[in-house]
């Protein structure tokens, strides 16, 4: 049975692999969200789905705005980690994150990328 964390082999530590995904293919665009790629790196043992983020303070400036994504990308991430394709996947904020309620931006992105996830594995498969 997998896991159920995010271990680190599962996500980009480097900036140079956050640069190289980050010029790679974007795969999905959404209102809040991009998701760029990159093919995994042969150094990588064995080649597997790796996730990045990038949430910029001047898109969500409080920092408990900016926790409360990155929580909700990593579990979407982790559910689907095992479906997607071995590639290292940045996922990007790209624009202001609205006055919400922490509660509904929370459910508004969760439901975003959940969909970018499902339409990377769909289009690998």
Do not use: C, W
């Not at 959404?30 to 042969?42: E, K, L, R």
């Amino acid at each position: 049975m997998p896991r159920t964390t995010l271990p680190p082999e599962a996500r980009m530590h480097r900036p140079s692999e956050f640069a190289a995904a980050l010029k790679g293919r974007r795969l999905a665009r959404g209102a809040f969200f991009m998701i760029t790629s990159t093919a995994a790196p042969a150094d990588v043992a064995p080649p597997q789905a790796r996730l990045g983020m990038v949430i910029a303070k001047r898109h969500a400036a409080r920092a408990a705005t900016r926790n409360a994504l990155k929580r909700v990308i990593r579990e979407s991430f982790r559910a689907r980690r095992l479906a997607l394709p071995p590639a290292d996947y940045v996922v990007r904020l790209h624009a202001r994150v609205p006055e919400l309620s922490l509660t509904a931006l929370k459910q508004a992105a969760r439901a975003e990328v959940d969909t970018h996830f499902a339409r990377v594995i769909r289009f690998a498969s």
